[in-house]
């Protein structure tokens, strides 16, 4: 590549990285967030999509009742998933940032983590964003935030008898770590590595190509806008 080709792309990337508010300098991997002890660590590649070699690498703090989220998996995750992290191009790591102000948000997480350590995090997620509005508190006046018959119905009755087990002692709404609920810690651990960004809303993501981070993005980001940011990354050498 030329001299002038490099600066053009340059200049290309650095008008997509703003537009996306990402900021316009890159910065090295923050080594604070590779400290989790090896179980948390399995289950956090328990919460990924696509190679651990793609070239992009994605990590997307979310909670499961908030609508942005919700619209950022529908309308921008969905046809990633579907294509660039099929195709190699980009490893998407799930951090779960329930947030305080949604009642259900921390048990929907719970669920997700425990279908995550039979193997089976897309599907629950999937489920649970496709039905956001029929158990959260966004559309409902009187949320009941039954969760449990939308995974029961995304999972086989053997996936889901392993699930349920999993869930036990994690019965509360509550927002506090629960003392007996398995899937907790991994909830924890999220929330620490997103305070470091630091997270103050979701979607929060963070965009890592090739060993270069990018200041974190925020809000639901259509895919047309996304891809286009990815194809001028990918085109760098």
Not at 68 to 95: N, W
Not at 96 to 103: A, E, I, N, S, Y
Not at 207 to 232: E, H, N
Request: proline share 6%; charged share 20%.
């Amino acid at each position: 590549m030329s001299r002038n080709s490099t600066r053009l792309l340059a200049t290309a990337c650095t008008a997509l990285v703003l537009a996306l508010g990402l900021g316009a300098s890159p910065a090295r991997e923050k080594t604070s967030q590779k400290s989790a002890g090896t179980q948390i660590a399995d289950l956090s590649a328990q919460k990924s999509l696509g190679s651990p070699s793609a070239p992009i690498k994605m990590e997307v703090f979310d909670d499961y009742e908030c609508p942005s989220c919700g619209l950022f998996y529908e309308q921008t995750l969905k046809p990633m998933i579907d294509s660039y992290v099929a195709e190699g191009k980009v490893y998407l790591i799930h951090r779960d940032f329930p947030l305080p102000m949604h009642q259900f948000s921390r048990q929907a997480a719970r669920w997700v983590n425990a279908a995550a350590r039979i193997g089976k995090f897309e599907t629950v997620e999937r489920a649970l964003f496709d039905n956001q509005m029929a158990w959260s508190e966004y559309g409902n006046e009187n949320p009941k935030g039954n969760i449990k018959p939308i995974v029961k119905g995304a999972l086989t009755p053997t996936e889901f008898e392993r699930v349920d087990r999993l869930m036990e002692g994690c019965e509360s709404d509550s927002h506090d770590e629960l003392k007996g609920c398995a899937v907790d810690a991994a909830i924890q651990h999220d929330i620490a590595i997103g305070q470091l960004v630091p997270v103050n809303e979701t979607p929060t993501f963070i965009v890592t190509c090739r060993g270069q981070q990018y200041p974190p993005g925020v809000g639901a980001i259509s895919w047309p806008l996304m891809k286009q940011f990815f194809d001028q990354l990918l085109s760098q050498k």
